[in-house]
């Protein structure tokens, strides 16, 4: 913490020229007793700090001196800036460094502390995953070290891997590491951690973000489908997006024109023909299944039974 303080204290004087203790002590919310301290200390390192006591006095840098920390452009410290500090951040344990990094923006900057932008990535009513390993986790990854994990089965002894990253998925953390070929790990699955004082390093070439859209792309690939086509009514279609998320978009961009009466032919894509059934029977009589055969007869049947359990009085 006070490496990051005598660095604001260096920018500020660099910024605002001569200010008093006081002033500064307001600012970077100490002591002027520990201001003092910190202007020894800056210049002990090297740092051509002048005070002058009395009236119109203060503490200021030696005329022409500046302070060698590579500046940002505008637009650079305005995108660092813009998002303020969000929680997945924060989930690493990184919310601290960030702050830090921002007053600093704004000391040499003058842009403005607001965020505009804020990141609420998890979807409505997903629920939001305890992962109480993630910071050890991310620890490994900052260290360049080795992990050694418990991961089901629960009966396995803890797996040694080198990680090469950390993804969030729409609010649900995975870590990505080496260990018989790159995996991909649900980090909440992790019930316990440990940081190894082996080295790891990662790869020549690796890109986290392109493996990621390449792992993605091949889970999509390889998960079973079922190709149900039914006919929905506009309130049906209407709930769609709400009910079946983003891939609702293609599929209502596909279907068939509307009949007279407003309802359209739809094909929809399931795991399988359990998921379809389940989730088609909430609409009641506002969707028709036309195919497959099996899922129709299917839900037809699930209709039987709802209708019997009510009739029975149960």
Known sequence: ???????????????????????????????VRTVYRDLEALSAAGVPVVTEPGPGGGCRLMDGYRFPLRGLRPDEAEALLILGVPAVLRDLGLAGALTAAHRQIRITSGLAAAALVHLDMPRWFGGQEEVPCLRDLARALRLGRKLAIRYPPADREPRVVGPLGLVNKAGTWYLVAEGEGARVFRASRVSAARVLPEPFERPAGFELAAFWARWSAEFEASRPRLQVRLAASPGALAAFSEVFGPAAGPALEAAEPPGQDGW???TLSFEHERAAVHRLAGFGDQVEVLDPP???????????????RYQSGR
């Open 1 to 31: 913490m006070r490496a990051d303080r005598l660095l604001s204290l260096a920018l500020l004087l660099q910024t605002r020229g001569a200010a008093t203790a006081r002033a500064l002590a307001a600012e970077l919310g100490v002591s």
């Open 294 to 308: 099996a899922v129709r007869a299917a839900l037809l049947a699930t209709a039987r039974e709802i209708l019997g």
């Open 264 to 266: 359209r032919v739809v």
